[in-house]
């Protein structure tokens, strides 16, 4: 019986080693920030699809009131931390969303009288254009929703 004997038994050096895990440090670093990004933008659409609902909800509270009680909103958002240029004049609407408790959305109502004064607290208007507007930060980033509708009396 012969036996087999390997004369080049040398392995790996050291600097292939290091060269190697140099290489999988930057792959996983890439999928890391690929992780990141992803979960950053999951984040955006859940505030967004958030705002809508308030959206939808502050207009269907609008629909379910008398027509004469339509009128813009007067309270102060000063308190609030809303995007630039948001109107100082809503409601705040708080959620919890993932492991955020108490997540700050603003929102406004401005109604709008057609054919009339253009005021909506003394409309004699058949028509009232209502829109509603969300604001919210993430990361520093102003975002806004707006849905905007018509009244009929």
Known sequence: MQRIVLRNNTGLTLV???IALVIALLVFLALMQTALVGIDSNMRNILRDE?????EIRLEAMRNIP???IV?????????DCPTGFPSA??????NIRNIEGFDFC??????????DGNCVTSDADNKQVAVRVGWKW???NYTHSVTTVRKR
Request: glycine share 16%; hydrophobic share 35%; net charge negative.
């Open 90 to 95: 809503g409601l705040p609407v708080e959620r």
């Open 107 to 116: 929102t406004s109502m401005v109604c709008t009288e057609f054919g009339g």
């Open 67 to 69: 027509y004469a009680s």
């Open 139 to 141: 990361k520093g980033e």
């Open 51 to 55: 705002a809508v609902g308030i959206a």
């Open 16 to 18: 292939e080693v290091i």
């Open 72 to 80: 813009s909103d007067t309270g102060s958002l000063s308190a609030y």
